[in-house]
């Protein structure tokens, strides 16, 4: 499981982000290889969603270094996000168009040609066994479906890494898991996961995992080197001994 | 462009998806076309009169006839005395009275010239001004029409003539007002909600984490409501050609040109709207408080602005809506050509130019 002898594809030095005097991020440095999952942890207001910003080149660093898939977060953000792909809570698909008029919309915004958006929208329908429902508005699909299809959505254009943004929030526990299946299968193709969440059954799927208190990075592991390091059961109790004495206020 | 195209396809789909709002969109300016045109016309027929005919010649049963023959009075009373006028008027049974005095004859045939009273109800000042104008009209009419007098004009009387208008219709005056709030109404709400909307389902992040051009979601978002609104003009024009007799009297495209520059102006608005809205509700009520109310009061179709106190003159040169009345007057009623209007047409160009230019570098500031 663990690919610690793939390339790296999201390498961090002293990545920084000021807003006036207050630090957002402070000196984050860590590595990403190829077809990992890689949990992103952290208290609300801790920095995750700043540091995940400049990651995905929407935010330019106050200092330090980050390359994505190769490419530089301060001069080459357009070719960043041709090689990333993102999911948020929202899940970001529009109830009013059907399922597969949501799959074309984004491959096309990608620059996907039609004869390749056609033959990728047979392939995610079929994977998802989401054809009967292609003329279905997205609207009416449940939730778990609408998850999974996102998340299909996000990695369309097949990108390197995919960054998902508490991609499980309100979900129920069985669907969840499924979502998870989902996960793996892209990670086996190779496609490196960066993913944050609050609920930490998903921190023990991840093959690494970072937990960030008051903008720095106070721990990074795999779920079980860190259970140990810290003679805790679970990852539960993991991030509350680290994140209780968080000074910051979530905001 | 590839990309392009599809987000404009994207953009129609949410256009044509939502029946109700495109149900509204197209029956907004219809509903207004008949509102004012018919329902809230300054036009007032069959007013309620009184004559009085101290006379009782040839000429005034002429002159009584051709009144009564008009469909804007309504000849309730030949009323026989001062006192009966006084309380028809206070019952409210007459609008306005005429009296022949006993010497008007006379007078007509010695001298040529003769004076009736025309008394009006102004408790509602327009419409007293507006029925005395008919009546006066009318008489007018008659005086010259009037062989009577070997061919000669029976009475001097101040000529009235009313330009572009001649029956003091209503209609040319409200079609170019609704143009104008119908065309900004729908331009401005319909962009801000567009792109609030993309906010609040989350998918503008998305948008931006992808490769896809800030410009180039704006140009999406703008193209639909640009095409609504072209249609929504053709609607007003054939309605008030068909159903008000008020057909485009200069260049059509002239006047298609300054009306797109108009829809630019306002969707740009929308754009500087929708950047500081963060739910849809907010971005509506923004449009509506924001651009109707100005718009219908600082056009000057409802209101003249000559008559304003000068700080309001001087702020309604900032609606852009008040220089596209003024050109749509020109263009449509008064068949002017491009150097009547040239001066406003490049205030609307200087508008669209500055708001387009603000609310792109805004946009692009609030996606960092």
């Given at each position: 499981?663990?690919?610690?002898?793939?390339?790296?594809?999201?390498?961090?030095?002293?990545?920084?982000?000021?807003?006036?005097?207050?630090?957002?991020?402070?000196?984050?440095?860590?590595?990403?290889?190829?077809?990992?999952?890689?949990?992103?942890?952290?208290?609300?207001?801790?920095?995750?969603?700043?540091?995940?910003?400049?990651?995905?080149?929407?935010?330019?660093?106050?200092?330090?270094k980050?390359?994505?898939?190769g490419?530089?977060?301060?001069?080459?953000?357009?070719?960043?996000?041709?090689?990333?792909?993102?999911?948020?809570?929202?899940?970001?698909?529009y109830?009013?168009?059907?399922?597969?008029?949501?799959?074309?919309?984004?491959?096309?915004?990608?620059?996907?040609?039609?004869?390749?958006?056609?033959?990728?929208?047979?392939?995610?329908?079929?994977?998802?066994?989401?054809?009967?429902?292609?003329?279905?508005?997205v609207?009416?699909?449940p939730?778990?479906?609408?998850?999974?299809?996102?998340?299909?959505?996000?990695?369309?254009?097949?990108?390197?890494?995919?960054?998902?943004?508490?991609?499980?929030?309100?979900?129920?526990?069985?669907?969840?898991?499924?979502?998870?299946?989902?996960?793996?299968?892209?990670?086996?193709?190779?496609?490196?996961?960066?993913?944050?969440?609050?609920?930490?059954?998903?921190?023990?799927?991840?093959?690494?995992?970072?937990?960030?208190?008051?903008g720095?990075?106070?721990?990074?592991?795999?779920?079980?080197?860190?259970?140990?390091?810290?003679?805790?059961?679970?990852?539960?109790?993991?991030?509350?001994?680290?994140?209780?004495?968080?000074?910051r206020?979530?905001? | 462009?590839?990309?392009?195209?599809?987000?404009?396809?994207?953009?129609?789909?949410?256009v044509?998806?939502?029946?109700?709002?495109?149900?509204?969109?197209?029956?907004?300016?219809?509903?207004?076309?008949?509102?004012?045109?018919?329902?809230?016309?300054?036009?007032?027929?069959n007013?309620?009169?009184?004559?009085?005919?101290?006379?009782?010649?040839?000429?005034?049963?002429?002159?009584?006839?051709?009144?009564?023959?008009?469909?804007?009075?309504d000849?309730?009373?030949?009323?026989?005395?001062?006192?009966?006028?006084?309380?028809?008027?206070?019952?409210?049974?007459?609008?306005?009275?005429?009296?022949?005095?006993?010497n008007?004859?006379?007078?007509?045939?010695?001298?040529?010239?003769a004076?009736?009273?025309?008394?009006?109800?102004?408790?509602?000042?327009?419409?007293?001004?507006?029925?005395?104008?008919?009546?006066t009209?009318?008489?007018?009419?008659?005086?010259?029409?009037?062989?009577?007098?070997?061919?000669?004009?029976?009475?001097?009387?101040?000529?009235?003539?009313?330009?572009y208008?001649?029956?003091?219709?209503?209609?040319?005056?409200?079609v170019?007002g609704?143009?104008?709030?119908?065309?900004?109404?729908?331009?401005?709400?319909?962009?801000?909600?567009?792109?609030?909307?993309?906010?609040?389902?989350?998918?503008?992040?998305i948008?931006?984490?992808?490769?896809?051009?800030?410009?180039?979601?704006?140009?999406?978002?703008?193209?639909?409501?640009?095409?609504?609104?072209?249609?929504?003009?053709?609607?007003?024009?054939?309605?008030?050609?068909?159903?008000?007799?008020?057909?485009?009297?200069?260049?059509?495209?002239?006047?298609?040109?300054?009306?797109?520059?108009?829809?630019?102006?306002?969707?740009?608005?929308?754009?500087?709207?929708?950047?500081?809205?963060?739910?849809?509700?907010?971005?509506?009520?923004?449009?509506?408080?924001?651009?109707?109310?100005?718009?219908?009061?600082?056009?000057?179709?409802?209101?003249?602005?000559?008559?304003m106190?000068?700080?309001?003159?001087?702020?309604?040169?900032?609606?852009?809506?008040?220089?596209?009345?003024?050109?749509?007057?020109?263009?449509m009623?008064?068949?002017?050509?491009?150097?009547?209007?040239?001066?406003?047409?490049?205030?609307?160009?200087?508008?669209?130019?500055?708001?387009?230019?603000?609310?792109?570098?805004?946009?692009?500031i609030?996606?960092?």
């Open positions: 499981m663990s690919s610690t002898t793939a390339p790296p594809v999201i390498v961090t030095d002293k990545l920084t982000k000021r807003f006036g005097q207050f630090v957002a991020c402070n000196e984050l440095t860590f590595q990403v290889s190829k077809g990992e999952i890689f949990g992103f942890l952290g208290a609300n207001g801790a920095g995750k969603t700043t540091a995940m910003r400049m990651l995905c080149g929407l935010l330019k660093p106050s200092s330090g980050a390359a994505i898939a490419f530089d977060v301060y001069t080459q953000t357009e070719k960043i996000k041709r090689s990333i792909g993102y999911m948020s809570q929202k899940f970001s698909l109830d009013d168009l059907t399922v597969s008029e949501n799959i074309r919309f984004y491959a096309g915004i990608y620059g996907m040609s039609i004869p390749q958006i056609k033959s990728k929208t047979a392939q995610l329908l079929q994977e998802l066994e989401l054809e009967k429902e292609a003329k279905t508005l609207s009416d699909l939730l778990g479906w609408k998850q999974k299809l996102s998340f299909s959505v996000s990695i369309v254009h097949e990108p390197d890494i995919v960054f998902l943004d508490e991609p499980t929030g309100g979900v129920d526990p069985v669907t969840r898991r499924q979502f998870w299946d989902l996960i793996y299968h892209a990670a086996d193709r190779g496609v490196t996961i960066f993913v944050t969440t609050h609920y930490m059954d998903e921190a023990e799927y991840c093959n690494r995992v970072s937990i960030m208190v008051d720095v990075i106070a721990a990074l592991d795999s779920p079980t080197n860190l259970k140990q390091q810290f003679g805790l059961d679970n990852m539960e109790d993991v991030f509350y001994q680290l994140a209780r004495n968080a000074k206020k979530a905001d | 462009m590839r990309q392009l195209i599809t987000f404009i396809r994207k953009e129609f789909l949410h044509f998806r939502d029946r109700k709002t495109l149900l509204m969109l197209f029956g907004l300016p219809i509903a207004q076309i008949i509102l004012f045109g018919f329902a809230l016309s300054s036009e007032i027929k007013s309620k009169i009184a004559i009085t005919d101290y006379s009782k010649d040839p000429v005034t049963e002429q002159l009584i006839n051709k009144i009564a023959s008009s469909n804007y009075f000849i309730q009373h030949t009323v026989q005395s001062a006192e009966q006028l006084q309380s028809a008027f206070k019952k409210g049974d007459i609008r306005m009275a005429i009296v022949f005095p006993a008007f004859s006379n007078d007509l045939t010695h001298t040529g010239k004076t009736i009273q025309v008394i009006a109800d102004a408790s509602d000042p327009n419409q007293a001004t507006t029925i005395t104008n008919y009546i009209r009318l008489i007018n009419d008659f005086n010259t029409q009037s062989t009577l007098n070997a061919g000669l004009p029976l009475q001097i009387v101040p000529e009235m003539q009313f330009l208008n001649p029956e003091l219709r209503g209609a040319p005056n409200f170019p609704v143009m104008a709030l119908v065309l900004m109404l729908v331009c401005t709400m319909m962009t801000s909600v567009a792109i609030v909307k993309e906010k609040e389902l989350g998918t503008m992040e948008l931006l984490v992808s490769p896809f051009k800030p410009i180039y979601i704006i140009i999406s978002k703008l193209a639909p409501n640009l095409l609504i609104s072209l249609v929504n003009l053709f609607i007003i024009l054939v309605l008030s050609a068909v159903f008000l007799d008020l057909h485009v009297k200069g260049s059509l495209l002239l006047l298609v040109f300054d009306s797109t520059l108009f829809i630019l102006t306002s969707l740009s608005i929308g754009l500087l709207l929708s950047i500081n809205a963060r739910t849809q509700q907010a971005a509506m009520m923004a449009s509506l408080m924001g651009m109707m109310l100005p718009t219908m009061l600082l056009t000057g179709f409802l209101f003249p602005i000559e008559n106190p000068l700080p309001m003159q001087m702020l309604s040169n900032l609606v852009p809506s008040r220089w596209y009345f003024i050109i749509v007057k020109r263009v009623l008064k068949g002017l050509g491009f150097s009547a209007v040239w001066k406003e047409t490049l205030i609307l160009t200087g508008m669209s130019l500055l708001l387009f230019t603000i609310s792109l570098r805004r946009f692009k609030r996606l960092q």
